[in-house]
């Protein structure tokens, strides 16, 4: 029973490869005596050789999802909560940037030998998202002035939110550093050169798009000076003759 519901199917909808989704069902026993249950490692019936095994580790790659308890016994007319997740495998483990799985698990009722067939679906998808720029040239700027710039991070998924992560260097400031984007939206960072020392900088930092599942490089430079000598223009001062 899942939202007060019998189901057949249980759809996880769209998870990034390499997170976790968790959905809890209740498994019910409505009878008058007690019943153990067990069930069997969801498998993918498309593939030949699948089969329904337990994970060799909780990280087993070809397993997508799991059943936690997979065994009980219920007491009559008692209940229990099962956990099952959806866990797609990482990016580093995969060629693709959308997979659907579709899986197939099997409730047993050891009294009785009742088999209830139940299917596990779910759709991992791979970040999608752009980065207006990633060079950021400031020039020569005075010492405990600001200097700003815009950057731009666009979530192009249709599905799922992404959350960035910018990390802080010395003299360079990003305004919001940490956010959540919505699906479709963007989302506009102020960049600020606010030196606090003399020198060139040439500094890169990391945009870590959520929670390590991308990370994009930027690159910071300026020059911090006590007067911006270079700017200053010659002015020819008139010389005005008269004559007496």
Do not use: W
Not at 26 to 37: P, Q
Not at 48 to 53: D, G, K, V
Not at 135 to 161: A, M, V, W
Not at 209 to 226: E, F, H, P, Y
């Amino acid at each position: 029973i899942y939202e007060n519901k019998e189901i057949n199917e249980l759809n996880f909808g769209y998870v990034y490869f390499g997170q976790r989704r968790v959905m809890q069902v209740t498994i019910k026993n409505k009878c008058a005596t007690s019943r153990s249950f067990v069930l069997l490692p969801p498998h993918d019936p498309s593939e030949l050789n699948s089969s329904p095994r337990a994970p060799s580790t909780f990280d087993d790659p070809d397993i997508v999802f799991t059943a936690v308890p997979c065994e009980g016994v219920l007491k009559p007319f008692s209940s229990t909560v099962v956990s099952f997740i959806f866990g797609p495998p990482s990016l580093t483990e995969v060629n693709e940037t959308e997979q659907m799985f579709n899986h197939l698990s099997t409730l047993k009722v050891v009294e009785t030998k009742q088999n209830f067939d139940f299917q596990l679906t779910g759709i991992a998808l791979s970040p999608d998202f752009l980065v207006s720029g990633i060079d950021f040239n400031f020039g020569r700027q005075i010492i405990r002035t600001k200097k700003s710039k815009s950057l731009t991070i666009e979530n192009r998924s249709h599905y799922l939110p992404i959350t960035f992560n910018i990390r802080e260097v010395a003299q360079f400031r990003f305004v919001p550093h940490t956010g959540t984007i919505k699906p479709t939206e963007k989302k506009e960072i102020t960049v600020s050169f606010f030196p606090n020392n003399l020198g060139d900088f040439e500094i890169s930092t990391i945009i870590d798009i959520s929670k390590g599942l991308a990370k994009q490089r930027i690159n910071l430079t300026g020059v911090a000076v006590i007067k911006d000598i270079e700017n200053k223009k010659f002015k020819r001062v008139p010389i005005y003759e008269t004559d007496k």
